[in-house]
């Protein structure tokens, strides 16, 4: 297994431009999430999604959008980048019941992000 | 919200001692609470983890305590080395989603 993988590595963008973030696992998760990790700080929540077709918001959503077509995917679009963008971005999954009882998130290895 | 709080933010100790993190947690539905070891440049990854049915895990020199009446968790790593050198990451959660909160990190210094 690949585990979580991400792609690209590292970009930069301009101001006002647009990008979309990948992310895939083939663990069968059926939890994966988008955190951002600004220097010296800890990870906060853009998006999660419980399953195909479900999204919803964490903490710090504005500038960002993403989609679950499949298991599999989870991208991570940003519309108009901005210098406050500037962040490294780690996509992660888990599975867990359908109780509601959390898994150890499976972290990929990140896409550090420079807005200019 | 659940909101998780860490201490120390930096902590530096000598080689072969022992190093302990503590963190609490605001939410009192909160039942799983992992610990994340980032390295320098790398993702977090998981070390150790601890139900709310269970008061002590121990992991060879990683043990996690976990007080549910007093809503705090601890990391204790014994006999460090330099290669523990990182930041440590608790989290407190529940269910999915925002229930899964990541404290602000604690970086660790083993001196050799």
């Known amino acids: 297994n690949a585990g979580v993988t991400q792609t690209p590595k590292f970009r930069i963008l301009k101001i006002g431009q647009s990008m979309t973030l990948q992310c895939a696992q083939d663990m069968n998760h059926n939890y994966m999430y988008w955190y951002r990790q600004d220097p010296g700080m800890g990870l906060k929540l853009i998006y999660y999604s419980v399953g195909a077709g479900i999204t919803d918001k964490g903490e710090v959503p504005n500038g960002y959008n993403v989609s679950r077509s499949t298991t599999e995917d989870f991208p991570l679009r940003l519309e108009l980048a901005a210098p406050s963008q500037t962040s490294v971005y780690f996509c992660?999954?888990?599975?867990?019941?359908?109780?509601?009882?959390?898994?150890?998130?499976?972290f990929g290895p990140g896409t550090r992000l420079l807005v200019l | 919200g659940e909101n998780v709080e860490q201490h120390p933010s930096t902590l530096s100790v000598q080689e072969g001692d022992s190093a302990v993190i503590k963190c609490t947690y605001s939410?009192?539905?909160?039942?799983?609470f992992p610990w994340y070891k980032q390295e320098l440049g790398k993702r977090p990854q998981l070390i150790i983890d601890i139900r709310s049915n269970v008061g002590e895990k121990k992991d060879q020199r990683i043990a996690v305590t976990l007080n549910k009446t007093a809503k705090h968790f601890s990391l204790h790593i014994t006999e460090t080395q330099p290669e523990d050198s990182a930041v440590y990451f608790c989290?407190?959660?529940?269910?999915?989603?925002?229930?899964?909160?990541f404290g602000p990190g604690t970086r660790l210094s083993v001196l050799p």
């Open positions: 989290v407190g959660g529940r269910g999915y989603g925002q229930n899964f909160v």
């Open positions: 992660a999954s888990s599975y867990a019941l359908t109780s509601g009882e959390q898994e150890t998130q499976y």
């Open positions: 939410d009192s539905a909160s039942n799983y």
